[in-house]
């Protein structure tokens, strides 16, 4: 099957919010086989989203999900758009009348007579429930193509599509559709273009499975991705492809699928039954963030001091006056001292420190925007990095200074134990 | 002028990533007053890459902005695409291959050779500089539609757009095109319907300038959009309507345009020659990368101790064993001691604290997932609110955590002032 993604509403095309329902339902739509082959975006225009259905199907096209515009405003008319477009006669359906009116008196309130409009539907289609909102959906087919009608806002089209759209394609696939499988290989410590020259041999041979680098601050992923009629043989299709892949970039791949720096760290402290602590100066908090954007962080992450400023640094932290003094708060030494006041402070089997300049003030000559030394205090002593990012403003410096810092702590993690 | 806004990647069909570049550069484009009437997103496909292209003109495009696809890489084929739409070469620009070159030398690598490729402009096309990267955009015009290809990663398409794409298309709506003024009131304290009930009659009345409310994490901005032919006659079709406004919810509003919450706290720390700290817990430093994503804010702000773990609230932070016991981490004397703790370590005049429940798991009858306490310490004492938040997600409840603190410490430092 070849779908087409078209979402209804000016508010995307004037960016008040990102279509993250196309990102959503192409995930989706990926993990059971159907192929995305175009997003679209049109407005609340009753002729441009209805040549929008026409373009859909002249590129070939046979599923349709259609988002947003099913409300009961004026300028909703998904319904009317689609009905035209196909054909057909929109009547009132007196059932969903009474659940719309039902949803708002359990809610204390009166129906607004414009809601109405959302019990319209298509003559011939199935109606899809909206247990989390007033606006229905809507499958309906014709010539071969598959029409779904879904509402807008991601807490009601999320769970619409789970539970009822999913069940309707997995039907129109059939069983003689191929299902996809998809792993990732998450690398650090090298570039894209270095990682795809050493791999571009295998990227060119391959069409099953296909391999697709992507990179974003300092991370590299390769995405390979098998279809086959089982589960079963397209994972086997993906494993000796994967075991060639390491051979050549196996020493900077660090974690597959989900597991990024952050769930790394984590897995290895548990594992070790370990805990860790962090000193940020210039990143601000940004590592113990991203650290504790997972829930049961708590089991290996006690805190972190953050050190903004030198009174932080000598008072808190510990770290020698001499030491700012003749190295400065961005220094080797420095770093170290952090790293070890922190694991000092908060009785932590590791600590993480990380000390710069994120820019875009505060260079030297001596000391450029983009220097950072990053330590790492353990059981075993410490060790220390230095780095000279020269490109990227302040968020990338900081969010690469807390990449490198993780996959520093991942190293030793891994080294020692 | 009639805009598109094509995206090309197969990432994006897979659901790997947002289309975000099509939200800012619609944000962006309807500042200037260009209307954008699709979005498109297709694949890493030659042939469905043009025959995108030739839909966005079918259906009446004269600007098209292509953003991705224009990486060393062999699915990078932008270039290509619309080489081959407009009919024309593409020729090796030595001058980009030495710019590219000087990018990796500077930062002590070789050039890998297919960065080349990178170097290839099309015939007659005017090269868009990305300092910020190694792929150049461009801009054609042809038969009086305008192409304008753009890279992929937000942090250099973003500033190719404010640098470079924003002159030209200012020069090529001439003259006798609108200008558009617009101006964001920011609220905090109150919700998106409540507001849009105290001024549904200015909505619906204003046609220019039009009034719109965004929401976002607790909280609202209006914006204020005006038309004229003048910068000075739009503003002044803005004033009178933004103090209508005011008159009715003036009381939440407390920033305009880019005055963030971060930037408001340091605006009036600064104002006041004071500094202040936090203490975070269930925010996790995340309130300390909130105001250190901001150059600068080393002049008021010192830094940090993240107390995930009770051990380092007693131990750094000073938090009694007792409290802890009686009361518990997530409790208001907790939280008024860890700001108080905080800010006597770092010697602050202010000090910020949160500790609170984000969830999923940590939850009790007593103490559910959304509970949280928010502590200011000041040179007039301290003072603590509990807030219950009763729906959204551990990413959610912290960042509405952090965003609401931040409101406190800007309401303490106003009264206190």
Not at 347 to 373: H, N
Request: aromatic residues 6%; negative net charge.
């Amino acid at each position: 099957m070849r779908a087409e993604i078209l979402a209804v509403g000016t508010e995307l095309l004037m960016g008040q919010i990102a279509n993250t329902n196309a990102q959503y339902l192409s995930q989706r739509l990926a993990e059971i086989g159907v192929g995305v082959y175009h997003h679209t975006v049109v407005g609340d225009n009753f002729d441009r989203a209805k040549q929008a259905l026409q373009t859909a199907i002249d590129r070939g096209a046979n599923v349709v999900i259609l988002t947003g515009g099913l409300g009961p405003t004026e300028d909703d008319l998904t319904r009317e758009v689609v009905a035209s477009f196909v054909g057909r006669s929109l009547n009132l359906s007196n059932e969903i009348v009474e659940y719309i009116r039902s949803f708002y008196t359990y809610r204390g309130l009166e129906m607004p007579e414009n809601n109405t409009k959302q019990a319209m539907v298509i003559d011939g289609a199935e109606v899809l429930h909206n247990p989390r909102g007033t606006a229905p959906g809507m499958y309906l087919e014709q010539h071969g193509v598959h029409f779904f009608l879904l509402p807008g806002p991601p807490t009601e089209m999320r769970p619409m599509y789970e539970e009822q759209v999913q069940t309707i394609l997995k039907r129109l696939q059939g069983t003689n559709e191929l299902v996809f499988a998809s792993r990732f290989l998450r690398l650090f410590g090298i570039g894209e273009s270095t990682m795809e020259l050493k791999i571009r041999d295998i990227i060119q041979q391959q069409t099953n499975p296909t391999v697709a680098p992507y990179a974003s601050e300092g991370e590299v992923k390769i995405r390979l991705t098998a279809s086959a009629s089982t589960e079963a043989e397209a994972q086997a299709l993906i494993a000796p492809l994967e075991r060639s892949i390491r051979e050549r970039v196996g020493e900077f791949i660090y974690g597959i699928d989900e597991e990024s720096l952050e769930v790394k760290v984590g897995q290895l402290l548990q594992e070790l039954g370990q805990t860790f602590s962090t000193a940020e100066s210039c990143t601000g908090g940004l590592i113990g963030k991203m650290i504790t954007d997972l829930p049961g962080s708590s089991d290996y992450y006690l805190g972190s001091v953050v050190s903004y400023h030198n009174s932080v640094k000598q008072s808190v932290l510990g770290v020698e006056a001499e030491v700012l003094q003749t190295h400065g708060a961005v220094s080797a030494e420095c770093a170290v001292q952090m790293a070890e006041g922190v694991r000092k402070l908060t009785g932590t089997d590791w600590a993480v420190s990380v000390t710069g300049i994120a820019g875009p003030g505060g260079g030297s000559e001596e000391k450029p925007v983009g220097l950072v030394y990053l330590a790492v205090a353990g059981p075993n002593g410490s060790t220390v990095q230095q780095h000279q990012w020269k490109h990227g403003d302040r968020n990338q410096i900081r969010l690469r200074a807390a990449k490198t810092a993780l996959y520093s702590l991942i190293q030793r993690l891994q080294n020692e134990r």
